[in-house]
């Protein structure tokens, strides 16, 4: 009877050691599962480095798509798209009216596009603003902040085509083969060093 149960004392033993044991590394195990089920963030472009100051939020993703074949509106009424400009680096900002952040940015890139006069670079707010009025309001707007030209998207479909997936203000910087590869969503001081910096990181780049 003694070594029955010592024998069934072992056994429990061993069973619960066991347990305890397996337990551990499902507790292990289970830390590694939820680290594997983490997507990893996306990789990082090298233009990453001017994500400082007022572009800490800055969006330099490895991946360079080309930007959408969107057709908007010149102040003349003509059509255009981003081809148009292919070969110039470009700033694409989308703005409207009725967004003050909007309005609070638009003298920065009117100071840029003035540090940059007659070069390889293309300051292009494009206002989204659906309505007649919200529109001559915005032409109005955008003539005393020289020398920024007025293109137009009444849809207000831009928005959804670029990165910023409808957030405003929204800013693009398109390269020379007209590949998205910076964006930035909400305000931000475009007359910076740190915005000329990476403007004159894609100007050096070779066409």
């Known amino acids: 009877m003694k070594g029955s149960k010592a024998a069934g004392i072992a056994i429990a033993g061993g069973l619960l050691a066991g347990a305890l044991i397996g337990g551990g590394l499902v507790y292990v195990n289970r830390?590694?599962?939820?680290?594997?089920?983490?997507?990893?963030?996306?990789?990082?472009?090298?233009?990453?480095?001017?994500?400082?100051?007022?572009?800490?939020?800055l969006e330099t993703l490895k991946a360079t798509p080309m930007a959408p074949a969107y057709v908007f509106k010149t102040r003349e009424g003509?059509?255009?798209?981003?081809?148009?400009?292919?070969?110039?680096?470009?700033?694409v900002n989308l703005?409207?009216?009725w967004c003050a952040p909007c309005r609070t940015e638009m003298p920065t890139l009117a100071r840029l596009d003035e540090a940059y006069p007659d070069s390889e670079l293309i300051v292009l707010p494009i206002n989204v603003d659906?309505?007649?009025?919200?529109l001559a309001d915005a032409r109005s707007f955008i003539d005393v902040h020289e020398p920024l030209p007025l293109y137009s998207d009444m849809k207000f479909q831009l928005p959804f085509e670029l990165?910023?997936?409808?957030?405003?203000?929204?800013?693009?910087?398109?390269?020379?083969?007209?590949?998205?590869?910076?964006?930035?969503?909400g305000e931000a001081d475009w007359?910076?060093?740190?915005?000329?910096?990476?403007?004159?990181a894609l100007l050096a780049e070779p066409a």
């Open 78 to 91: 003509a059509d255009a798209t981003f081809a148009d400009f292919r070969g110039k680096v470009v700033v």
């Open 31 to 57: 830390d590694a599962f939820f680290k594997a089920a983490t997507p990893e963030p996306a990789a990082k472009s090298e233009l990453a480095r001017f994500a400082t100051g007022s572009l800490t939020r």
């Open 95 to 97: 703005w409207a009216m």
């Open 130 to 134: 659906a309505t007649p009025d919200g």
């Open 163 to 185: 990165p910023g997936e409808g957030k405003m203000p929204q800013t693009v910087l398109l390269d020379r083969k007209g590949r998205i590869r910076a964006s930035f969503s």
């Open 191 to 200: 007359a910076s060093p740190e915005a000329r910096a990476l403007v004159d």
